[in-house]
């Protein structure tokens, strides 16, 4: 199997959550098998901020789902979804 690079959007509960504070908890949350690339703020409307984490994982079995299962546990985050997935050659 290969690796490839995944953008996982977080949307805070809410426009008052410490993006910084989200941030810290997103880096040491990141799975065994996952390697975190970057995290960019990426501004939604009403002062709401998403964070964009940006990982390296194997494609064989499960992907990206451990990385989203444990990042939709982390307190303050109200969804996560999968925006982007691309095979690194």
Do not use: C, W, Y
Not at 3 to 21: C, G, H, N, R, Y
Not at 49 to 56: G, I, M
Not at 67 to 86: N, P
């Amino acid at each position: 199997m290969g690796e490839v690079v995944a953008t996982i959007k977080l949307m805070p509960e809410s426009p008052e959550v410490d993006l910084a504070q989200l941030n810290e908890k997103v880096s040491q949350s990141i799975p065994e098998g996952t390697e975190l690339h970057k995290i960019e703020e990426e501004p939604i409307a009403f002062g709401l901020v998403a964070l964009n984490v940006t990982v390296v994982v194997d494609d064989g079995e499960g992907g990206t789902e451990k990385a989203e299962e444990i990042f939709a546990q982390i307190d303050d985050v109200a969804s996560v979804e999968v925006v982007d997935v691309r095979r690194l050659m």
